[in-house]
């Protein structure tokens, strides 16, 4: 190069956006651009089920369209719709009780309120049915007492619309019971002593006050309880109502039309972002905030007499039909049941579900760690977009998360496999999705916003001159993190581990769309065996995946009821 070309070149525009770039990419630094990578791939399912829509298939989409896709999304909607009606009144109304009243029992309900997300939609679904169904247990009495015969009096079918919106209601409803409950404990004692002055009664305070003040987190609760609803699988497949999760399974597994699943998905997912835009409405059109820095010991109603006893009912009913009767339930169909139909395979079951488990729960805190830790270092809106964007897969059903992944590593894996054997004559197979690969992907861009929220909290509360101090000593932003900011936060992530955990072992839909053949799960297992009509084997996997879910809950409501500041 002359000297001339060389003094272009420099004073050229190419040079000064090739200096800019390369600024920028010092200013963001490491943790960004790794930040920036993982969000990308994150993203990498929900961009392959929105390029489907422009997809031909085979011609499954318009048979789909002229027969049950009127049916799908009817159903859907009826489902939102009773969902998001009954959990706000059980969880806000729960929350209330246990938070500004006393009243027998309420010790108890504070923590066990949030015991029946322990408990699958299709553990649910699974259960009361073997117990309401004719040949089911209160059917029997029922005919046994007043000597009736089946036909001689009325129940209500439990295999129905009403069904499913009453199964996910009782296990969703602690959604809204946790966020409601901090809120709660939050508000200002100010604010309620204010009103009382004005004349409001404990109720209208309620109505006037502290409902209005808790708006965004219930809204918050009632939209992912509605989320899950619209990922659920279990129930609805089990309870023969057709919906789009059921019929982007069956798109995929008994049509083999990857492209009508991809499709479908499509249309899910306009439910989901709708979801999504009413909740943010909702908190854009009545904004509360406190006014003061005074947070004293909330007031305490004491219920007593009938008032007490409506109080206990109003919070033992729930917690006895989502948790307690469901769990009696289980654990006297385990012991009918013939273990040794399964016991040979048991075994391998705990271990696939656990593996899968363990290795999404670390890998998750790992990914969730690093992006929060960018955030923390270079809080600039690349870092916040992209971990806003990681957080997206939460309010994906895993049933559009699983098609979104199969597509691209389908792809991938068939490349991979031809060049392999053009090159080298070696067959290596399906790498990701004959493995546990594709899978725990799948788990990650679900779950992730969960360990990602809960380590941003936590690293949101150590002092940022911890970090200089850190520094000042000579160490670097990696060393701070393990040095530092993790033995701090291990409590969190821990925690963020644990429901992750939790998580994935009650997944359905994605792992049974995703799993490699030949690799059965818990969750697998039980959906299985309900679906032969088997009921009593399948308590026994059920029974499992609720044992493992306690302990988490548990953690989790003693972290609540330490949120109120100043406790």
Not at 36 to 51: K, Q, R, Y
Not at 199 to 224: D, H, K, N
């Amino acid at each position: 190069m002359t000297d001339s070309t060389q003094r272009d070149f420099a004073s050229s525009p190419a040079r000064s956006k090739l200096g800019q770039l390369i600024r920028i990419s010092r200013e963001q630094g490491p943790f960004t651009w790794l930040t920036l990578v993982i969000a990308s791939l994150l993203t990498i399912p929900v961009i392959s089920v929105v390029a489907s829509v422009f997809s031909s298939g085979t011609g499954t989409w318009q048979h789909l369209v002229e027969t049950v896709l009127p049916g799908y999304a009817l159903n859907t909607t009826l489902l939102i719709f009773g969902v998001g009606i009954c959990v706000p009144v059980i969880g806000t109304t729960t929350a209330w009780l246990v938070t500004m009243c006393r009243f027998p029992g309420w010790r108890v309900f504070e923590w066990a309120l949030i015991l029946p997300l322990a408990v699958p939609g299709y553990v649910m679904a699974y259960t009361y049915t073997d117990f309401l169904q004719p040949s089911g247990a209160l059917q029997q009495w029922i005919r046994d007492t007043w000597d009736l015969s089946f036909r001689e009096y009325w129940f209500p079918e439990v295999r129905s619309l009403g069904g499913a919106v009453t199964m996910l209601s009782l296990v969703l409803y602690p959604y809204v019971y946790m966020l409601a409950r901090a809120a709660f404990l939050e508000q200002s004692i100010c604010a309620l002593e204010v009103s009382r002055t004005l004349g409001c009664t404990p109720r209208s305070s309620f109505m006037r006050v502290a409902l209005p003040l808790a708006r965004p987190s219930i809204a918050a609760g009632t939209a992912l309880a509605l989320m899950e609803t619209l990922a659920d699988f279990g129930t609805v497949s089990f309870f023969g109502v057709p919906t789009f999760t059921t019929g982007i399974v069956r798109a995929w597994i008994d049509f083999g039309d990857r492209i009508a699943a991809g499709q479908l998905s499509s249309v899910l997912l306009v439910f989901v972002f709708a979801i999504l835009l009413i909740e943010r409405a909702n908190r854009g059109i009545a904004q509360y905030h406190h006014t003061t820095n005074r947070y004293q010991n909330l007031p305490r109603y004491d219920l007593t007499g009938a008032r007490g006893f409506f109080a206990f009912m109003a919070c033992g009913l729930p917690l006895t039909l989502g948790f307690l009767l469901p769990c009696v339930l289980l654990v006297l169909m385990a012991i009918e049941s013939d273990i040794g139909l399964i016991a040979p395979r048991f075994l391998d079951l705990v271990f696939n579900s656990f593996t899968l488990a363990a290795v999404t729960a670390i890998i998750a805190v790992a990914v969730a760690l690093v992006m929060a830790y960018a955030v923390r270092l270079k809080p600039t809106s690349l870092s916040k977009i992209a971990a806003r964007i990681a957080s997206m897969g939460y309010a994906v059903p895993g049933t559009v998360i699983a098609v979104g992944v199969l597509i691209p590593f389908a792809r991938l894996d068939n490349a991979v496999d031809a060049w392999m054997e053009a090159t080298f004559g070696i067959s290596t197979g399906l790498i990701l999705t004959g493995s546990i690969a594709a899978l725990v992907f799948a788990y990650l861009v679900r779950f992730m916003a969960i360990s990602l929220n809960t380590v941003e909290a936590s690293l949101g509360k150590i002092r940022p001159t911890m970090d200089d101090a850190a520094r000042t000593l000579g160490q670097s932003a990696f060393g701070t993190l393990c040095r530092v900011h993790m033995p701090l936060m291990w409590g969190s992530l821990l925690t963020a581990g644990l429901v992750v955990f939790v998580d994935v072992m009650k997944e359905l839909p994605a792992t049974l769309v995703m799993r490699p053949f030949n690799f059965d799960t818990l969750a697998i297992q039980a959906h299985n065996l309900a679906s032969d009509e088997r009921l009593t084997e399948a308590s026994i996997p059920s029974l499992s995946i609720v044992i493992v879910s306690i302990p988490p809950l548990i953690l989790l409501t003693r972290a609540i009821a330490r949120s109120r500041p100043g406790s």
